[in-house]
């Protein structure tokens, strides 16, 4: 198992990540809840130009980056290729993609309901309902997963709407309850993602590490799964408290959380945000298959305008 770099975990001195300055956390988190999107449609962009965005058009992605970490994407056109999809990531300062197991050789992957077994054991690749979750969170510490794009070529004919929650709001929702919450989740020892096992061959070690870190740009990443099974929490009353607190935020209607079902041509790009998504059906016979593709990166959003 892989150790999560100790410099990665703690906040430095002044941020508000810093259990330990109330102050800049108090700033930072008016800040952040007066800036806060009222309703999703203050996150979309409309695109005029395929992968090509205009400074208006970056500029208003980046407002809503800023504010919730995500925007929404409408292209002129419905449908959408893997190059578009990569030529959005450049324009954002994204560029190296993670390989996962199932991505394409391309390094993007096509998410759709397949029935080959190593790919059908994902439920990404199922139709059923996709619990909250960043992604990546099993991934080793030197890859994780800062930013995502999503793009649907083909919504499912019924189903499949999309929910999200800037992660920073949990983080603040978690705080505003009790800092020790918070200190349980950016604990090195705070989960453990047990191995992926397949046929007796062990595909993904085990891989621990905490909830909550800091990168080296001073951002918060998180990483999590809602899904009991793929993880083993600590056993200690705080971080197990810290994760049922999680588990009752996302059970409950709450104001923060945005919802939306993507049409062809629109697509998610975000600073791996918390999502999930409901159940889908498709329409083989009328043509009315979900696929959307997935690009994953290592990188986080970048403002490029000024580069
Ligand atoms: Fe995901």
């Given at each position: 198992m892989t150790a999560f770099p100790e410099t990665t975990l703690q906040a430095a001195a002044g941020s508000p990540f810093d259990l330990d300055d109330t102050a800049a956390y108090v700033a930072w988190r008016t800040h952040k809840l007066a800036a806060y999107p009222q309703a999703v449609d203050e996150l979309r962009v409309a695109v005029a130009h395929?992968?090509?965005?205009?400074?208006?058009?970056?500029?208003?992605?980046?407002?809503?980056?800023?504010?919730?970490?995500?925007?929404?994407?409408?292209?002129?056109e419905p449908g959408g290729d893997k190059p578009l999809v990569r030529q959005l990531g450049r324009r954002f300062g994204l560029e190296r993609l993670d390989n996962n197991l199932c991505a394409d050789d391309d390094g993007i992957s096509s998410l759709r309901v397949v029935e080959r077994r190593r790919e059908g054991e994902y439920i990404p690749y199922t139709n059923k309902r996709l619990n909250w979750h960043t992604d990546g969170y099993y991934n080793r510490p030197d890859e994780q997963i800062r930013a995502v794009i999503l793009h649907c070529v083909q919504p499912a004919a019924t189903g499949g709407e999309s929910a999200l929650l800037d992660h920073e709001i949990a983080y603040i929702l978690l705080r505003d309850a009790d800092p020790e919450l918070v200190r349980a989740l950016m604990a090195p020892d705070a989960m453990r993602i047990p191995p992926n096992v397949q046929d007796g061959r062990v595909i993904r070690p085990a891989q621990g590490g905490p909830v909550f870190s800091v990168d080296s740009g001073g951002h918060l990443h998180m990483r999590y799964s809602a899904r009991a099974r793929n993880i083993d929490w600590k056993g200690n009353s705080t971080t197990h408290a810290a994760a049922e607190f999680l588990l009752n935020l996302f059970q409950q209607d709450s104001p923060y959380i945005f919802r939306h079902q993507l049409k062809s041509g629109e697509g998610i790009l975000g600073n791996n945000v918390l999502h999930c998504r409901t159940s889908f059906e498709d329409d083989p016979a009328g043509s009315q298959t979900r696929l959307l593709y997935r690009a994953r990166y290592f990188d986080r959003v970048v403002d490029m305008r000024n580069q």
């Open positions: 395929g992968g090509e965005l205009s400074g208006a058009e970056l500029g208003k992605a980046h407002r809503a980056l800023q504010r919730a970490n995500f925007f929404i994407y409408h292209l002129p």
